[in-house]
């Protein structure tokens, strides 16, 4: 058994391989998102989106609280570990509309979802090129051995050319890239998820918070 695996690791065909879905990759999709995509591979493993939800809830109530008790102007003062609710609390505090940030909001989800995007795309570019790659591979390998066929010797590597291109295709494609690739777009998804959740939260209590000043505007034109 060890054997045969030993004769399936052949790091001359494996790096080219590598090296050919790469470049389609990176063709398809651009340098920053396919750095992005390997940039990914951190919070791939590391990603909690259910303590974020939670942590993000537990913020909202701070938020709201602050909000009853001194104003939208003082929401920015909770602290939060994720950048985007800090942010989202920044704007919520200096905001002179609540059009303004629902504006802004809607914008930076869109973004976030646009990016969150294009770094699966990468993962499924590798996915759709790896078999095709290997499939060259292995008719690369095919008319080696219908040119050796005078040579018996030269027959195995031309052979093993054409199986090992396929096999490395199969694994990557299915073992690799399609799985980080599904795993990115069900993190995307419940990040966007508690995000949305966030600031409709926001906007209800800015929409809340600003209703008596609303009004009064409309008794003193009155």
Partial sequence: MVGILGHLFDPLTLTAMVAGIGLVALLQNGGAHFARAFAALRPLVTARPARDRDAARAAMLRIDQ????????????????????????????????VEQFELWAAQALADRGQRHAAVRNVWLSIADAAPALGMAGTIIGLVGMFAAMDDPARLGPSMALALLT???????????AAP?????????????????????????????????VRRASIREVA
Avoid at 73 to 86: E, I
Avoid at 166 to 176: E, S
């Fill in 66 to 97: 602050v909000a009853q008790l001194r104003g939208l102007s003082c929401t920015d003062r909770v602290k939060t570990a994720d950048p985007f609710l800090g942010e989202a609390a920044r704007r919520l505090a200096n905001c002179e509309k």
């Fill in 166 to 176: 396929t096999l490395y295709g199969v694994v990557i494609a299915n073992i690799v």
């Fill in 180 to 212: 980080i690739a599904a795993r990115l777009a069900d993190l995307s998804e419940r990040e966007l998820a508690w995000q949305q959740e966030a600031v409709a939260r926001m906007l209800a209590i800015a929409r809340r918070e600003n209703a008596p």
